[in-house]
């Protein structure tokens, strides 16, 4: 059974950066697709970045293009989150995630993924 844990959260200030790291055991993570979302307070789960980890194609949410990337290790089977121009409404707990459907396009909701981080917190001040 793969577990995934999150780690790299944190307190910081607007426009700063942060990277995040998934790391997955228990388990090979080829041939999945694994992903970012995102939780605020009273929000729902949102979906943030995505990627096959075969072939590297990628998708982001509107609100962070530009500015998060989502890449991974063969190596050491991570997974990243490198986070800029950071803003208070990117404050969430933030989840890594996997499915071992490989789909196009990637998905985007919640219950489409299987297996999840317990989270980390990233708190972006103004």
């Known amino acids: 059974q793969v577990q995934l844990v999150e780690s790299g959260g944190g307190l910081v200030q607007d426009g700063d950066s942060l990277r995040l790291s998934c790391a997955a055991s228990?388990?090979?993570?080829?041939?999945?697709?694994m992903a970012w979302f995102r939780q605020a307070p009273g929000k729902e789960r949102e979906f943030v970045a995505g990627?096959?980890?075969?072939?590297?194609?990628?998708k982001y949410a509107d609100a962070v293009k530009g500015r998060f990337t989502i890449s991974r290790t063969n190596a050491k089977n991570l997974v990243y989150l490198q986070m800029s121009s950071l803003k208070p409404e990117d404050t969430s707990v933030y989840y890594c995630?996997?499915?071992?459907?490989?789909?196009?396009?990637?998905?985007?909701?919640?219950?489409?993924?299987?297996?999840w981080g317990l989270g980390t917190q990233v708190t972006v001040s103004s």
């Open positions: 995630t996997l499915t071992r459907k490989v789909l196009l396009p990637i998905p985007t909701q919640p219950n489409e993924y299987e297996v």
């Open positions: 990627m096959h980890w075969n072939g590297g194609r990628t």
């Open positions: 228990g388990g090979a993570v080829s041939a999945n697709t």
